[in-house]
């Protein structure tokens, strides 16, 4: 009797763990829009709900989404999330430098291309954009204010490399 009480606590459970519903902006067509029920939670797997696609303003076959959990994302056509955590500039989703874009997991920070892959894993304390396909990234330093009220932030101290888009480390240029 305790076995199927269990089997049939369990299948209810499972049957109840559908997709979860989460707020989230977009970059639309119109501008900056929030929706209640943007995107879908399952597992691990974030996606945006189909019937909002059309609103999206997409460029080059992505476009940005921002939830308060996740931050700014890149997502594809199909709505499939495929860059998390990427790094915020002047209130929006950084773009794309010489084919990649600036992201952070797990309080790291690395490079991904526009197919979503991490061609530079998240192995810096902070990164700067690429410029004529070199950037600069730092270990061990901090992220601290820039002025009395934070609302601009700057990297200090620390080790400082310079990475070309492969991620090989090359000479900084002054």
Not at 70 to 78: E, F, H, L, P, S
Not at 88 to 94: F, K, L, Q, R, S
Not at 108 to 114: E, I, K, P, V
Not at 143 to 167: F, K
Request: glycine share 12%; charged share 20%.
């Amino acid at each position: 009797m305790k076995t199927i009480l269990a089997t049939l606590l369990l299948a209810a459970a499972g049957a109840s763990a559908g997709p979860k519903d989460l707020p989230c902006s977009y970059l639309g067509k119109d501008g900056v829009k929030e929706q209640s029920a943007c995107l879908e939670e399952q597992g691990a797997a974030l996606s945006v709900k189909k019937q909002l696609l059309a609103r999206l303003a997409f460029d080059r076959g992505l476009a940005a989404v921002w939830s308060k959990d996740t931050g700014w994302m890149y997502i594809d056509k199909a709505g499939k999330v495929l860059i998390a955590g990427v790094a915020a500039m002047d209130n929006g989703p950084d773009g794309f430098h010489d084919g990649l874009v600036r992201f952070e997991q797990q309080g790291r920070c690395g490079y991904a291309n526009r197919r979503g892959k991490a061609v530079i894993a998240p192995a810096y304390d902070g990164c700067l954009n690429f410029i004529n396909g070199i950037a600069r990234a730092c270990l061990r330093c901090k992220n601290v204010c820039a002025g009395q009220d934070c609302e601009h932030r700057t990297l200090a101290g620390g080790e400082w490399v310079c990475l070309d888009t492969t991620g090989r480390r090359v000479a900084c240029i002054p």
